[in-house]
């Protein structure tokens, strides 16, 4: 850790298995620095291990086999500038391992199935972001990982998900209606009838009226806006590049929604598009586009989910900033 925080901050990243949830925190390291900010896996929160919930045939998604009791205690705690012992759940063995401790730090990401699910937590988050990835895409990128990177049959990566989806409905999915912002991962429109899932459609919802957060917009604020952006500043191969911005509901609350389908071929060319949002809550004109170029590896960062991404992540550093008080200002990246 830096530096003793005289505040915690905490975020919550909600989102089912394999829904980009390491990219994503990988992006937020970035900004912040990595001591600066530690991360919480909420497995380590599973009362039953792997044994006793297929004994019993409850999920690891399922209410019962997580301790929520201890995870709204010890979040109190750590918010509270407390250390505490928190337990492990060790994903190779299947086994809560003995716990270990963790400080309070300047930023706290809380990530996992239900960082927005107990009321008590929810309740400490200052800033909520789920990662909703539709079936299709989620099939996809499990069967790309899960067979090529793991070694699992196709039909078991199927039937995996076909069997948590239950659960999911149940008591994840419901998370988004809490979050400040949605990101949410689709099958492109721009191809007919796509199987491959290369080009994606990424919506960012957004929340509006909550104190502090001031959502991105395209031209102009509570317009709707459908954009085109290639041409001569943009270079865009087939299929293009579509966006869109304007207002909608979300479980009865007031959302603007950013948009883009396809893919960007030139991530240099970004800054186009940056000049045209606006309440981005960058340092400088080009910062976002800096961010964008400086991870041109990580998945995702040539199309919506990577520039939506690294937006989620600033809006964290304006509320971080705007939480501490001026005197702590991260560095912008340059
Ligand atoms: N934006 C993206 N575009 C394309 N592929 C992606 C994107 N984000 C993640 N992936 C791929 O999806 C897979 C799962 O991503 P990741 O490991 O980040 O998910 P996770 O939510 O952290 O998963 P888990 O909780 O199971 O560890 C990886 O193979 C990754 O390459
Ligand atoms: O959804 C999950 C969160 O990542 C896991 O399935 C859950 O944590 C159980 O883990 P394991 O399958 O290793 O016992």
Redesign the pocket.
């Known amino acids: 850790m830096v530096s003793k925080p005289d505040r915690v901050v905490l975020i919550g990243v909600a989102?089912?298995?394999?829904?980009?949830?390491?990219?994503?925190?990988r992006r937020i390291t970035d900004i912040f620095g990595e001591d600066f900010v530690t991360v919480i896996c909420l497995d380590d929160y599973h009362s039953l291990d792997r044994k006793q919930r297929k004994e019993t045939g409850i999920t690891a998604l399922d209410p019962r086999a997580n301790n929520f009791d201890l995870m709204a205690e010890q979040i109190k705690a750590l918010k509270n500038g407390q250390s505490i012992m928190k337990p492990i759940y060790n994903h190779e063995t299947g086994l809560i391992d003995p716990p270990e401790r963790i400080d309070p730090n300047h930023i706290i990401v809380i990530e996992?199935l239900h960082p927005l699910y107990d009321e008590r937590v929810r309740e400490l988050l200052d800033f909520s972001v789920y990662?909703d990835i539709s079936d299709e895409v989620k099939i996809a990128?499990?069967i790309?990982?899960d067979m090529t990177?793991r070694g699992h049959r196709y039909e078991d990566v199927l039937a995996s998900i076909n069997a948590r989806r239950p659960d999911f409905e149940a008591y994840i999915d419901t998370q988004k209606q809490y979050a400040n912002v949605v990101i949410q991962?689709l099958p492109t429109q721009l191809i007919p009838d796509d199987k491959e899932r290369k080009v994606?459609r990424i919506r960012l919802v957004q929340r509006e009226g909550i104190e502090g957060f001031e959502p991105a917009y395209l031209f102009d604020e509570g317009s709707t806006i459908y954009w085109t952006p290639c041409g001569r500043k943009l270079t865009c191969s087939y299929p293009g590049i579509k966006m869109y911005y304007g207002p909608d509901a979300s479980y009865g609350n007031e959302v603007s929604i950013l948009e883009v389908d396809g893919k960007f071929d030139n991530l240099d060319e970004m800054i186009y598009v940056e000049g045209h949002l606006s309440n981005i809550s960058t340092k400088y004109y080009g910062e976002l586009t800096h961010m964008m170029r400086e991870h041109q590896d990580?998945?995702?960062?040539n199309?919506g989910?990577?520039l939506f991404?690294v937006l989620v992540g600033l809006k964290m550093r304006a509320t971080y900033e705007r939480l501490v008080g001026s005197g702590e200002k991260v560095a912008a990246a340059v």
Not at 15 to 25: A, E, H, I, R, V
Not at 298 to 301: D, I, K, N, Q, V
Request: include cysteine; charge should be neutral; hydrophobic fraction near 20%.
């Open positions: 989102g089912d298995s394999g829904c980009g949830k390491s990219t994503f925190l996992g990662l990128w499990k790309q990982r990177e991962i994606l990580y998945p995702g960062s199309d989910s990577g991404q």
